[in-house]
């Protein structure tokens, strides 16, 4: 058994590639993604990807473009088909644990050049105003589109 990295993302969430694009040929990857950061959604984006969404600890907020925001409890699933806008959030105190599972594969060298990033930040090679033209790079080359700013949150 194979010990996998924990790859750290911009906002301090965590990601584990527990199976790679590599390994199934780009056809799916599965991710165990953890997010600390409370009420920080990202930016409304679309992907040609699907995207399954887990919630494993704690409870999801959900919304897609132009719809109610939705809480998805631990157990439950939401599915993003490929081509809808949407952002999502961690709502409590508690961190939120899910397994994301996307096809085709992608999201997981999305997540692993983030962090390739974030170790040049560490070790001081670039600065952090750099990272909003580093992610805006780095998601068109992974075939993410930003539709709308991140929503207001209470």
């Not at 790679?20 to 959604?41: F, K």
């Not at 409870?59 to 409890?73: I, M, N, P, S, T």
Request: proline share 5%; glycine share 6%; hydrophobic share 40%.
């Amino acid at each position: 058994m194979t010990t996998l990295p924990i790859l750290t993302l911009l906002n301090g969430n965590t990601v584990k590639i527990l199976t790679s694009g590599r390994e199934t040929e780009q056809s799916l990857t599965v991710i165990d993604y953890v997010d600390y950061t409370q009420g920080n959604p990202p930016p409304f984006t679309r992907h040609e990807f699907v995207e399954v969404f887990t919630v494993l600890e704690g409870r999801l907020a959900f919304q897609y473009q132009g719809e109610a925001v939705f809480h998805v409890d631990a157990g439950n699933t939401v599915t993003v088909a490929s081509g809808l806008a949407h952002t999502f959030w961690n709502p409590d105190k508690d961190s939120l644990r899910i397994l994301l599972a996307c096809s085709p594969a992608g999201l997981d060298s999305f997540f692993t050049a983030i962090h390739a990033e974030m170790e040049k930040f560490k070790a001081g090679e670039i600065e952090q105003s750099q990272f909003t033209s580093i992610m805006d790079r780095l998601r068109s080359e992974h075939g993410i589109e930003i539709t709308a700013a991140a929503p207001l949150i209470d």
